[in-house]
């Protein structure tokens, strides 16, 4: 059987890591230390927690483990913003990104179009649960990933180094 939308996903997905790389690519560690507005995300904080979220993937999916536990307690859902040189420094978390969409990449290479119907491996109610699937959690995931692109889009157009 051929998984016309399983290889779908895996070419949307190399698609928003080069978005992503798009938007950090161009700013030096010191360019993220900018903030969206006063006392909101900054992109040490943004670049951590694309980290982070990518990283679940793998859980959710049931294909692995999580690369960088160390990084949930700072960067994960509901974390406090604390200031920049608070966090590890944005050459790690430029290499954590990388070995995620790494990590990702074989995942994505591997799916089937039958296992995007299952749930995902971390459903507790399925009636309650808003992803259900594993096709849910990817299109969640690259929605998720993207919005914060865009938020550290605005911090290169703010260096003056936007394409745009």
Known sequence: MENILSKQFQKQHEMMIEWVNGTIDPLSDDEFKMELSPGKNHGVWLLGHLVTSDDDFSVFMGKGEVMFPQY????GQGSKLLP????????????????????????????????????????????????????????????????????????????GKSKY
Not at 72 to 75: R, S
Request: with cysteine.
């Open 72 to 75: 949930y307690e700072v960067f």
């Open 84 to 159: 920049p040189e608070s966090y590890p420094p944005v050459s790690e978390l430029k290499e954590a990104w990388k070995k995620v969409c790494d990590k990702n990449r074989k995942i994505y290479s591997e799916l089937t179009d039958d296992e995007l119907q299952q749930q995902h491996a971390l459903v507790k109610d399925f009636d309650k649960d808003y992803f259900k699937t594993k096709e849910r959690v990817i299109m969640a995931w690259h929605l998720h990933q993207l919005y914060h692109a865009g938020q550290i889009g605005i911090l290169v157009a703010r260096s």
